[in-house]
């Protein structure tokens, strides 16, 4: 199981990102999928949930409005898509799988540094 | 949603048995059997080690078990090795529809 992502880098706040998680090894299409990040030193923290089917789509508080997650089938590929971002968007950001409601499988990270 | 409430640290010698606390409320762990924890080495991505409160994935070292009373959860690791030294999380899913962490506990084996 592989789980890469890229689309990370340096933005000014009030800036967007895209982050991309590129999933191979397993059968993408049935599964939830999940972006959780992690600040510099910090705890984890969840974002977004995407269901298996494209539905439901959840949030954390403090992203609504802003981030939008999506999924493509046909390239077994997650995104999030970061507008109007914040100091405190920085971060390591985990694409990864949930089964039985657990975070099963993480990729590696994608850095994501708001600054001016 | 606040976040879980875990101890900052614990400490244990090799081959002793170490439990570290997990206390949220009646929306999250105390309403459903969805406690997980991770286990995070420096610079790595964390990996699952207990998820369903109490069960372990395949692979994981059975020195590892959970458990949960009330509001509470705990993970417990028996035999302490060297490599156990890491930063665990709790997390639960809440009635927020959404998951919620632990703040994270260091391990240290002395």
């Known amino acids: 199981v592989h789980l890469v992502e890229s689309g990370g880098g340096l933005v000014q706040p009030g800036g967007s990102l895209r982050l991309s998680c590129e999933v191979s090894g397993f059968n993408f299409n049935p599964y939830n999928m999940n972006w959780v990040r992690q600040a510099p030193g910090k705890g984890l923290e969840w974002v977004s949930y995407?269901?298996?089917?494209?539905?439901?789509?959840w949030y954390t508080g403090s992203v609504k409005g802003r981030f939008t997650i999506s999924r493509d089938r046909p390239k077994n590929s997650l995104y999030l898509e970061m507008n109007s971002l914040r100091d405190e968007d920085t971060g390591v950001y985990y694409c990864v799988r949930d089964l039985d409601w657990a975070f099963v499988d993480w990729g590696q990270g994608a850095l994501v540094a708001v600054s001016s | 949603q606040s976040a879980l409430t875990q101890p900052a640290s614990v400490s244990g010698s090799p081959g002793q048995s170490i439990t570290i606390s997990c206390t949220g409320t009646?929306?999250?762990?105390?309403?459903?059997?969805?406690v997980s924890w991770y286990q995070q080495h420096p610079g790595k991505a964390p990996k699952l080690v207990i998820y369903e409160d109490i069960r372990r994935p395949s692979g994981v070292s059975d020195r590892f078990s959970g458990s949960k009373s009330g509001n509470t959860a705990s993970l417990t690791i028996s035999g302490l090795h060297s490599d156990d030294e890491a930063d665990y999380y709790c997390c639960s899913f809440a009635s927020s529809v959404t998951w919620v962490f632990g703040g994270g506990t260091r391990v240290t084996v002395l």
């Open positions: 995407i269901g298996g089917g494209g539905t439901p789509i």
């Open positions: 009646n929306t999250d762990i105390g309403r459903f059997d969805r």
